[in-house]
Nanobody, 126 residues
Framework: VQLQASGGGLVQAGGSLRLSCTASGRTFRSAAMGWFRQAPGKEREIVAAINKGGGMTSYVDSVKGRFTISRDNAKNTVDLHMNSLKPEDTAVYYC????????????????????WGQGTEVTVSS
């Protein structure tokens, strides 16, 4: 299994970015997916998660109303649309996947995921 994350970069506060993660090697539509981030000196934290059907999502409070997670099972991708970015959103962002779950499963803990992408860096300047 490979997860390839892309879309990070440098953006000014208030700006937007779209992160994308492409999965290969297993049936994508069978996986629960999540986006995590890790800022320097901090632990990895959940940002958003989505069930395998795409109809259920969860967000950390700090990004609610600003970030949207979505997936396209035909294209094997999960995206994180980030709007109104703040300097505190600066981190390396990782996508993660877990297979063998039921339709309603949303996973918000890092230890629940089996596969991880390589990370893409997001820097928000003030």
């Amino acid at each position: 299994v490979q997860l390839q994350a892309s879309g990070g970069g440098l953006v000014q506060a208030g700006g937007s970015l779209r992160l994308s993660c492409t999965a290969s090697g297993r049936t994508f539509r069978s996986a629960a997916m999540g986006w995590f981030r890790q800022a320097p000196g901090k632990e990895r934290e959940i940002v958003a998660a989505i069930n395998k059907g795409g109809g259920m999502t969860s967000y950390v409070d700090s990004v609610k109303g600003r970030f949207t997670i979505s997936r396209d099972n035909a294209k094997n991708t999960v995206d994180l649309h980030m709007n109104s970015l703040k300097p505190e959103d600066t981190a390396v962002y990782y996508c993660a996947a877990r297979w063998g779950v039921i339709l309603s499963t949303i996973l918000t803990n890092a230890h629940q995921y089996d596969y991880w992408g390589q990370g893409t860096e997001v820097t928000v300047s003030s």
